[in-house]
């Protein structure tokens, strides 16, 4: 008996398909083509795919808006003062998604509700509104600094939805961990081949690597826009430890080597001095958390000595940061003594109005923590420092704890150690006026809480096991113990 065809639902994609080729044809023949285009052609394509996928749709939505970190400052403006990242629409286009097969997503409703104290932090938000009475209002640079958090909401949702099932932590770290390497790449190509511009001229701006007080030649990153891509790297590195486990074969885990050490060398190259000590920080971390004590001193030692091999420029711009953090810069380092500067000031703005001055009131503080702190209140600055700690030693603990939980504690060294560089990034940069910056750091945030809340409700059904399992053992040994009593 011969079966009826049936005409695929994916046919009615052909003549679309076809009429998006010409019209692109035409655009491109009248405007030209940019970066633009080619940005919506992906976001367009990737739409198509999460729609066409269903159920699974927002795992691969996931995985897509992790690719869109490295688009880095190629945003679109809504206003002269107002600019929307790709990242943001993409998050709120799948909340959206999410939102339609409610239904279906998430099983488990504990794993879509909010921290607490994320909960508590709310309301700040809207207390940060309050200049709205006075009439003395920024509204457009208000709303940069606002949307930057609000975004917090969608984005949980969505990746505790999507994190629910394990096989999605895999691809999504991963990529996240390809989108580094490959930030990391492009940085390095234009530092030591700066005619690449010529290759990709809408793409690369200013390659040539600009010259520090110190004399220390940073390089540009400009097709992420600034040498600020290298905190991608610091967060995506520690995930070579996950990959490591994951790939066992030799010549991916000399790939996996091969890729951190691309990634240190954009952290190098970066002149970052809060990145180099991210660095270091993640590797020490390393080495607590493996309890490899000995190993950690001996190689602290090796560092010494490769200390003293570094270019001069270099040995000073490290020593300009020592000097910086004991409250003394160096002339030439005016960089670190404006950033000193600001983040006094912020302190006494914070000390003298502790309610708070409303948002983007305090600018770019270079401290993120001070700047909430001098914006929405010393509570709310408290609240936020507060909760990092309270994420970090939370983790700590159940990596500590994990072994016992199956390859699910994998991801929890790596996320560990990112988490660690997301306090420093907010402590020494300013990254929450610039989606672009925060997108990547509350990611990490995000993920961190979700693992944290996965292991919770692994840990506990663990536990009801094995009590469940001796109860059992208990009733079998007297139930033994009664029949040899009666001789049976």
Known sequence: MTRSWRPSPYLFLIPVAVLLAILTDVY?????????????????????????????????????????????????SVTPNLRVHPSELVVLGLFGLLIMQQPKWPRSKDMARLPTWFLLFIPFWLWGWRPLVSGDIKWEFMFSEFKNFIVLIPLFVLASTA?????????????????????????????????????????VSDPIPYETGEGFQRANFSFWGTSDAVYICVLAMPIGTAVWEWWSASWKRALNVLIVATMLGAVYISGHRNAWLMITVQFLGLLAVKKRYLLGLALLFVFLLAYQLLPNAARDRVYSGAELVTGQPLKYDTS?????????????????????RGWAAAGWVHNDFLQVAENLGLAAGALFIGAFIFTLQRLWRRVGTASKLGEQRIPGTALLLSFTSVGIILATEAALD????????????????????????????????????????????????ARYSRGG
């Open 163 to 203: 994190l629910e099932e394990k096989s999605v932590w895999r691809p999504v770290l991963l990529t996240f961990y390809l989108v580094g390497t490959w930030i990391a790449a492009m940085g390095l190509l234009e530092y030591m081949y700066p005619q690449v511009k010529t290759l990709f001229p809408s793409f």
């Open 28 to 76: 491109i023949v009248d405007y030209g083509s940019s970066y633009r285009e080619v940005i919506v052609a992906l976001c367009l394509l990737a739409g198509f795919r999460v729609v066409l996928a269903s159920r699974s749709g927002l795992k691969v939505g996931l995985v897509f808006l992790v690719t869109t970190f490295g688009l880095g400052y190629r945003t679109m």
């Open 336 to 356: 670190g003594t404006k950033r000193w500067g600001r983040a006094t000031t912020s302190l006494t703005n914070s000390l003298e109005e502790p309610l708070g």
């Open 434 to 481: 610039l989606p672009q910056q925060i997108l990547p750091i509350w990611f990490i945030w995000v993920i961190a809480e979700i693992w944290l809340r996965q292991m919770h409700m692994k840990r506990a059904t663990i536990d009801d096991t094995s009590s469940n399992l001796g109860a059992f053992a208990n009733l079998q040994l007297c139930y033994d113990r």
